[in-house]
């Protein structure tokens, strides 16, 4: 099912992808760790982790933040937060996307006070800030290692 919500995923519709993002929620809510560790699903972890990444990086800010509270379901923060294999996988394809919505959103109505200050009063942004500082408590080193890698890409 995951493949096929990717393969259709609607590029520029944003009731559509916010709709497949529900869809995407109630398969999560019957998904174990084994299920996600092994056999069909195991192959498709990569494909989730890019199409998340695609969620959260969407200009429509609806699109956006549906997704960002994905990470608010039971097996997702389990999985992510909590010192989890799939941790850092997860962090590996969606740092950028989520450093960037938690810094730069367009959405932030204080948009000219200053490169690398964190968004403030902006929806989006305030979960892209929740998420990473779940990261930053739980992957600490390997979050800062990200952070210094796309710090000094800019």
Known sequence: IIRRIAAFWPL????????????????????????WREGELAKTRKL????????VGSEHFQVAERGLKLWQNRFLYDGCFNRHEFAKEILDTTFTQLYFKSHDHWQNNDGLKGEGKEVVGCKVGDLALKVLYGYKKSETEYYETLKKEYTKGR
């Not at 709709?19 to 174990?32: G, S």
């Not at 989730?48 to 969620?55: E, Q, S």
């Open 48 to 55: 989730f982790y890019k199409l998340m990444n695609h969620i």
């Open 12 to 35: 520029r519709h944003g009731p559509k992808q916010v709709a497949m993002i529900n869809e995407l929620e109630d398969i999560l809510e019957h998904i174990t760790k084994e299920m």
